[in-house]
């Protein structure tokens, strides 16, 4: 469709800004529309959003620039990605990849010579319980083998549209191994809005004001007042990393001042971004009403009513399924106005789907996309709570923290805290993948042991374990008693099995590659440190590493902790630090030199000349004893 | 009497509202600093001006003053650390300072003497970025940029033109302006706009307008920029 009349595309660039009510906050969602109706965002499209939304060529470019599912230059009918977690790694993603690029002629990141297909590799798209994976035009295709990527290649030479491809291809499983509260629970839609909306205010802990769903709720309801006690009284944690407590950012919104105009807002961040974690999708997949429910419980509890569910571009595939379960809800009257009868109950939740930048994940940056623009992180404070969503109070929580607010509106907030540990109330689901012979989910009360899990999901011969992804901790067997829970190991949910066969080191270059790829590119310590990061890890890797090299890394580990504006830069050495302390040997194998070498290697640096002249002789290396230098 | 926090164990007032930066400004003490300039919204984004504020790391341009805080900012650890920034800057773009118009009137330059860097120490990106010359009295050269947004506040804040923006992501991130060719000279960008003037690197030059000022006689040549500070 590269050719398309230019009216052709002001045709579909009105239907949609139309759709999106001509709101420049809407932008990501309108470029996404865009570019699945015209495969890619021609120029022709931006003067035309420039026309109609009102905004400079300069913003939209600049948007449309920032996410990697975003094309400017046309990439093909068929955009297909591999996904390139060390998961898919392990499953031998690259393999396949060649093997598809050679079937169908093209290289990889480049578009085919007539225009019709481009593959490259993307990060981690959480499948990694049913990798290797890959994405085609945003639609995910899981359990990919040697035959399956011939199969494509064919379909995508005769110009199959993607409709009809198999719909096996496409098939996602939850992999639920073990249940617990959550992924057991029997919910039925309403029910826990229903236990919130009878809950009273009780003694003992009392929130610091009565205000009720909206200012304007008729006084004497001590629902709302008292749904925030129980979520106080449950010590429930924030389950997207950070583990801040849920109560108190619910209280301090709700809490914050309002100016004229304004009001609060509910944002589920499904982001999911961090590599290894896929528990977010089953949970949106098969217990959506837990986590819309969770959402309109804390509408009710802060006074919102607009709520918002950021959704990894990943997942686009659950897009439909999750507005046709908001639109029962609807019809339910759980969500709309008056909800389940509360005069002035109202509160509706719209879906925006990312496009490919992990850095969403961060919560003002995601706040950022999902007012249409590049998603940086924000200077803080102040925090969203107070200056969030267009300003307003605004609380960012975990698709699984409101899956569990639902549980404790229903249970209660001391049913809830008597389950795991002291200081880590409730359970934790964790997306096991790697070397294990059961990848799924687990949900465990917090306190359980690296070692139970291990012995749960049927991993042998382990050497490590990545919890909570890239920014989390690398885990050795001596540390497998250690547990799950604030305590101890923290999680955001990932983790990530690597058998005795694995080198730690190349696991590490992975992680490395990911965050490169991912630094939002704001601030100088990041988005320059991280690039050298890479090039520290791919010297070593290409035998070029000394013990010099390794100090260069401590030093840009504690630049970027100390200097980095959030969270992505604070954690880009972690992988690095973790298996040097702990791998060792993986990094002395690389370590080849006893002093400096430069990372420049001549005979590498020949390989173009190499292959424009087709030679690979002995004559055309340059062998480097004949400088008698190293041996 | 105002309220006031201590910089170097120096007591420094500031008003409900200033940042560190304004209020260290104001009272003549300097800050290392290349994306923040007082006449806009600071960004935050370069790091120079990263100060500890009661032990925690933060940049100084955007943190507001709190009555009683301790900020340290001279101490050799956090200037070492600025230093490898101004190197970071330095690799990452092609800084040939000898042939550069803007030598001895540069921010980077002068800030990267003032933190004492003798070499770049990393290698160099070589980045292959073009020159837009398109533009009859202004030559843009992208092999200098350092991302400090100011040209992009000021033609958005003060011209309310829009002609700059940042596009990209990560070490790919790059400045694009305001015009489907992507050239210069199809913006409505003019040497009288404020954003002609911003620039504290060698992006945004006036052509025709060459070594008007000998180097030796430049700007931080006659006057480090530790001692620029404007509040003295
Ligand atoms: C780089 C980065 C990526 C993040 N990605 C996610 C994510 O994908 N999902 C998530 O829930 N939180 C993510 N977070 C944490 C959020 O900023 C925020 O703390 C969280 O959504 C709050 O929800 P919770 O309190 O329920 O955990 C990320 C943080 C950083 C710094
Ligand atoms: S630390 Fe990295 S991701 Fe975070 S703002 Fe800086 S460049 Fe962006
Ligand atoms: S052109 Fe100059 S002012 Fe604009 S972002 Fe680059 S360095 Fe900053
Ligand atoms: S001057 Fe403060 S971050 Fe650039």
Known sequence: MTDMHVEAVAGIVDRVVARYRRDPTCMVQILREVQEACDWIPPEAIDRMQVTLGVPRTKIEGVAGFYSFFYTQPRGKYRILFSDNITDRMQGNLALMERLCNNLWIEPGKVSEDGLVSVDKTSCTGMCDQGPAMLVNNRAVTRLTAARIDEIAELVRNKTSLAEWPADYFKVEDNIRKPDIMLSSQMQPGDALRAARERVPSDGLMSSNMRSWREGLPSGLGGPAAMLDEIKRANLRGRGGAGFTTGLKWEACRNAPLKAGHQRFVVCNADEGEPGTFKDRVLLTSYADLVFEGMTVAAYVIGARRGFLYLRGEYRHLLEPLNAVLERRRKENLLGPNIIGIPGGDFDIEIHLGAGAYICGEESALIESLEGKRGTPRNRPPFPVTNGYLDQPTIVNNVETFAAASLIALNGGEWYAAIGTKHSAGTKILSVSGDCERPGLYEYPFGVSIRQVLEDCGASDTQAVQVSGPSGFCVAPDEFDRTIGFEDIPTAGAFTIFNNTRDMFEVARNYVHFFQHESCGFCTPCRVGTSLLKNLMDKLHNGCGSPYDFAEIEKLNQLLQSMSHCGLGHTACNPVLDTIAKFRPAYEKHMVQQDFAPAFDLDRALAAARQMTGRDDAAAHIIKEEFGEDA | ?232
């Open chain 2, 1 to 232: 009497m105002s309220q006031t926090f201590t910089l170097d164990g120096k007591s420094i007032p500031f008003e409900d509202g200033q940042t560190i930066m304004q209020a260290a400004t104001k009272a003549g003490v300097f800050i290392p600093h290349l994306c923040y300039h007082p006449e806009f919204k600071p960004h935050g984004s370069c790091k120079l001006c990263t100060v500890k504020a009661n032990g925690r790391q933060t940049a100084s341009c955007t943190m507001r003053a709190m009555a009683g805080m301790v900020v340290e900012s001279e101490t050799e650890e956090i200037n070492a650390e600025r230093r490898a920034l101004t190197q970071m800057l330095f690799v990452e773009g092609n800084h040939f300072c000898p042939s550069c118009e803007k030598s001895g009137h540069c921010q980077l330059q002068a800030t990267a003497y003032h933190l004492g860097m003798m070499s770049p120490h990393f290698d160099h990106f070589f980045p292959n970025r073009a020159v837009d010359a398109s533009h009859p009295e202004v030559l843009l050269d992208f092999n200098r940029c350092i991302l400090c947004s100011l040209c992009v506040r000021a033609s958005r804040d003060v011209d309310g033109k829009n002609v700059f923006a940042l596009s990209g992501r990560g070490i790919k991130t790059h400045l694009i302006v305001n015009a489907k060719s992507g050239k210069l000279s199809d913006t409505d960008f003019s040497l009288a706009d404020k954003a002609a003037q911003v620039c504290p690197v060698g992006v945004i030059l006036t052509k025709r307008k060459g070594f008007a000022v000998p180097i030796g006689e430049r700007s931080y040549d006659k006057q480090p920029i530790g001692e620029t500070v404007e509040g003295r």
